[in-house]
């Protein structure tokens, strides 16, 4: 997302394309901009848990 901003894709090209809402990639841009790389990992205990008990 952040590499496509800075092509000069607008939001809603961006989201369209990640079939996501311009809402979240507006959120991702704004969290790169404040807390560069560390803001936008993945924090953990985010997501659906592994089922593979043997990962």
Do not use: D, S
Not at 15 to 33: C, D, I, M, S, Y
């Amino acid at each position: 997302m952040i590499r496509l901003n800075a092509h000069g894709w607008y939001l809603e090209k961006i989201a369209a394309h990640f079939n996501l809402t311009v809402q979240t990639v507006r959120e991702v841009l704004h969290k790169w901009e404040k807390q560069g790389l560390e803001g936008v990992w993945e924090l953990p205990g985010r997501g659906r848990k592994p089922k593979c008990t043997l990962c």
